[in-house]
Every structure is written in structure tokens, then in C-alpha cells.
């Protein structure tokens, strides 16, 4: 990594390793468009607060262990995942939340600030269609204080992930 990558990502916010992302998938509007805030955005309220958007239109990016194996599931911020519902997709026979430890050797990225692409490791990824309900979504940015906008079918399409309908179901 050149100095200029890190200077250019300080500048933005971004974490290092996604403003690379962002280069590599020719994203540099959406790095230009990454914002930075001086108390953490981790989890979903505190980034729609910040931003000052619905919390829905916040895309947590949330890693779950499926047999064992790591799978990324993108879920707007007013929602929860179902991993009964992310269990039946997958055909697996258990889902369950990854561990931080799992997070950061899988995306790189602690938990609070792991964005939805550019990760350490290639990982199968879901995204609930209730992201593509909106004209804009905000993600993280790497770290726990920046996150990015971007419209939610690029978000699809960059992050390779397979739209599907994993929210819990409201009684």
C-alpha cells in the first residue's frame, strides 16, 4: 500500500483496505462521498442519528457462521435477521452469530465498522431485500466512526451478494 492510499483514505475516513476497495471497483465518487464522524457510528441508531437518515436506511453488515463457515448477511438497520430464515436459504443445519474474533480474521474489519465489500477473505453474502425498499443506503466504512452512501442495488451487485427475505417476521 502507497502512502498516497493512506493519506487519501485519512482524508475520506474510509479504513485503508476499503478505499483500496473502492479504487479497484473504480468507486472513488463513493470514497469521495465517505464521511467521517468524531463519536462512533457502530452500531445502527448511532450511525442513522449521525447521518440524520431512517434507521432503515442503515445496511449493517453482519457476520454469521453457517456449519461453521462464515457468510455475511446485509440487513437494513431497523430489522433484525432471522437466522432460522438465513438457516432455510443456506440448507444448512446450524447458523449461528460469528464471534469478533471470527469477524475481524474473516472481513478484517472489527465489528461496528465492517462495510459490506472489500474484505479479507471471498464470503458468501445475503442481502434482505428490505435495503432495496430505499433510493440511498449508508454502510460503514471500515471503521467504527465513517460509513458511505450508496444505492442499494450497487450495494447488491459490489458486495456479490444474492437478494433474498431473511428479516424476523413482525407478529
Known amino acids: ?81 432471522d437466522v432460522e430464515r438465513v438457516r432455510e436459504e443456506l440448507g444448512a443445519g446450524k447458523v449461528t452469530r460469528a464471534d469478533a474474533g471470527i469477524v475481524r480474521e474473516t472481513t478484517g474489519y472489527a465489528i461496528g465498522g465492517v462495510p459490506p465489500f472489500g474484505h479479507r477473505t471471498r464470503t458468501r453474502v445475503l442481502a434482505d431485500r428490505s435495503l432495496l425498499a430505499h433510493e440511498l443506503v449508508w454502510a460503514a466504512a471500515g471503521t467504527p466512526y465513517t460509513v458511505f452512501p450508496i444505492e442499494p442495488r450497487e450495494l447488491v451487485a459490489h458486495a456479490g451478494a444474492t437478494p433474498v427475505d431473511v428479516r424476523e417476521r413482525t407478529a
Open 1 to 81: 500500500m502507497t502512502t498516497t492510499v493512506d493519506t487519501d483514505a485519512e482524508e475520506f475516513g474510509a479504513h485503508p483496505r476499503f478505499a483500496e476497495a473502492l479504487r479497484a471497483l473504480g468507486l472513488e465518487d463513493v470514497l469521495a462521498r465517505t464521511r467521517r464522524f468524531p463519536e462512533a457510528t457502530r452500531t445502527a441508531a448511532e450511525a442513522a442519528a449521525a447521518i440524520g437518515c431512517e434507521l432503515s436506511q442503515i445496511c449493517k453488515s453482519l457476520i454469521f457462521a453457517a456449519d461453521g463457515v462464515p457468510v455475511l448477511v446485509l440487513m437494513d438497520g431497523a430489522s433484525r435477521v
